[in-house]
């Protein structure tokens, strides 16, 4: 069966520095992958998704970035972290009709 | 585009109550509707989904959803809520876009 994996589960991290946010995906091949951000109290935001090796969608400008280095790699990014990227954060993959497959999430708080 | 609505943004029922949190969908064509689940500090689990076919629609936990398309709506049901039900809703369309997401808190 498939599983996806995100880690780590809480990083505190001071404004200004990078952030790598990794998420991988088992039992599957190819499949379609999502950032999303969920802010406190807040829905969820979707980020970036990627439909294949190198290939990233961004939704909305931002301080982030994201890589898909390997089909079940998909990679969180930012090169200084601002206070306002505090937030949870969620990969996430597609199955067959788009339902959504989602991994256990980061709480990011930036200090 | 694709997208969903959830007008409540917070529910409250006792335990042992019936339970409808609403959605609503704008698209032109039949869309695919989802509903999940978030328990705090987690990621999201599906409760049920409909693509076609019979409107009514049964999930885990309990949860049934009913499409309605001359109401574009998705609304999520249970007869009879648990504590354990208290979490947060989210209704969602087949392009990974979310609603807002419910709140639901369960009195005693």
């Known amino acids: 069966s498939q599983t996806i994996h995100q880690w780590p589960a809480t990083l505190v991290q001071p404004v200004g520095s990078p952030l790598s946010l990794e998420c991988t995906v088992e039992g599957t091949s190819n499949p379609n992958l999502y950032w999303y951000r969920q802010a406190a109290g807040r829905g969820l935001q979707l980020l970036f998704y990627s439909v294949g090796i190198g290939q990233i969608s961004s939704e909305v400008p931002q301080n982030l970035s994201a890589s898909r280095p390997q089909d079940r790699q998909f990679i969180l990014s930012s090169k200084k972290l601002l206070l306002s990227d505090s937030g949870f954060y969620l990969c996430?993959?597609?199955?067959?009709?788009?339902?959504?497959?989602f991994g256990q999430g980061t709480r990011l708080t930036v200090v | 585009a694709q997208s969903v609505t959830q007008p409540d943004i917070h529910i409250t029922v006792s335990e042992g109550a019936s339970l409808e949190l609403r959605c609503n969908y704008s698209?032109?064509?039949?869309?695919?509707l989802f509903w999940y689940v978030q328990s705090p500090g987690q990621g999201l689990q599906l409760l049920l989904k409909?693509?076609?076919?019979?409107?009514l629609v049964q999930g885990i936990k309990g949860f049934e959803a009913e499409f309605k398309r001359s109401q574009s709506s998705f609304n999520l049901r249970k007869p009879s809520v648990h504590w354990s039900d208290a979490a947060e809703y989210f209704c969602?369309?087949?392009?990974?876009?979310f609603g807002a997401g419910t709140r639901l808190t369960v009195k005693p």
């Open positions: 996430a993959w597609a199955g067959t009709a788009n339902e959504a497959f």
């Open positions: 409909y693509f076609s076919g019979d409107t």
């Open positions: 698209y032109g064509a039949t869309p695919y």
């Open positions: 969602a369309v087949g392009n990974m876009r």
